[in-house]
């Protein structure tokens, strides 16, 4: 946990680009804004020809720094520009502002859970219950609607059989 009562960490499959430069998580050079993600952005060559014209100092070939790059540069406005698949993470130590982005089609799954001012994320519920053994309560009604009914999404997909995990 750093000084700002954040953690965050990140288990990653190298694809793209396989150097160390590339790990997670990624910081901007003035440390200003950090991220997690776990997906891939099919159009990152295009846009970080974008992203250099406007100024980014790209220091990688991936498409994980274009994400970080294409935020700080387009703000949230940066995901109607993406082509692909994620679920990301982005943490503004000076704002302590975190904002968790999930792709359109929910292809890259992004489970949280929120308990007074902790908020935990993953990309499965397994990865919050490990970490936070409170979590480990079910969802009375979504259960019992499950075994009953065969009813798996009554709220739209939003719930999980974990009380307090979305």
């Not at 994980?64 to 994620?86: A, D, H, K, Q, V």
């Not at 982005?101 to 519920?125: M, N």
Request: glycine share 8%; charged share 25%.
């Amino acid at each position: 946990v750093g000084p700002n009562g954040i953690a965050l960490g990140h288990r990653r499959l190298k694809v793209i680009d396989l150097s160390e430069a590339a790990a997670q998580p990624i910081w901007l050079p003035d440390k200003s804004l950090c991220m997690v993600y776990n997906g891939e952005i099919h159009n990152y060559l295009e846009l970080a020809a974008e992203l250099r014209s406007a100024g980014a100092r790209l220091r990688t070939d991936n498409d994980t720094e274009i994400l970080l790059w294409s935020y700080r540069t387009w703000g949230e406005e940066c995901f109607e520009r993406l082509n692909g698949m994620w679920a990301a993470a982005f943490w503004e130590p000076a704002r302590r502002r975190l904002l968790l982005s999930r792709d359109r089609f929910g292809i890259k799954p992004l489970y949280y859970s929120q308990l007074a001012a902790r908020i935990a994320f993953a990309s499965e519920p397994k990865a919050i219950l490990a970490a936070f053994t409170d979590e480990r309560r079910a969802d009375v009604d979504r259960v019992r609607g499950f075994v009953t009914n065969q009813i798996q999404d009554p709220d739209g997909g939003t719930g999980t059989f974990f009380g307090n995990i979305h």
